[in-house]
């Protein structure tokens, strides 16, 4: 299954893992240093979110959390259980 986010299209990416060693100039080092640099694969971070579509029905979808945050979605709105019977009082009739 492919890692892309079926709102936005947000998909993995490649990027640089650096690893350094020393201690900072602020904190009383002489500076850090570049030790290595190897590839890496920035992931989207992706839910499987239960979604109202446009014509009311409910789908299920893998959604980043962005797209999630800011309202991109409809959540799918869960009715109650059950509710009581309304009883008539007496102050009522």
């Known amino acids: 299954m492919a890692q892309v986010c079926e ?3 947000k998909k993995p990416i490649m990027g640089n ?5 020393g ?5 009383g080092g002489v500076g850090t240093k570049v030790t290595g ?9 992706l839910q499987r979110v239960r979604v109202t579509t446009a014509n009311g029905a409910h789908k299920t ?7 999630i945050r800011s309202g991109a979605i ?4 869960r ?3 059950f509710k009581l ?3 008539e009082t007496a102050d009522n009739v």
């Open 7 to 9: 709102v936005c299209g």
């Open 17 to 21: 893992s650096v690893s350094h060693r």
């Open 23 to 27: 201690k900072a100039k602020y904190l």
């Open 37 to 45: 640099i190897s590839r890496r694969k920035f992931r989207p971070n």
């Open 61 to 67: 979808m893998r959604v980043c959390a962005q797209c």
């Open 74 to 77: 409809t959540k799918r709105v």
């Open 79 to 81: 009715q109650a259980p």
């Open 85 to 87: 019977p309304v009883t």
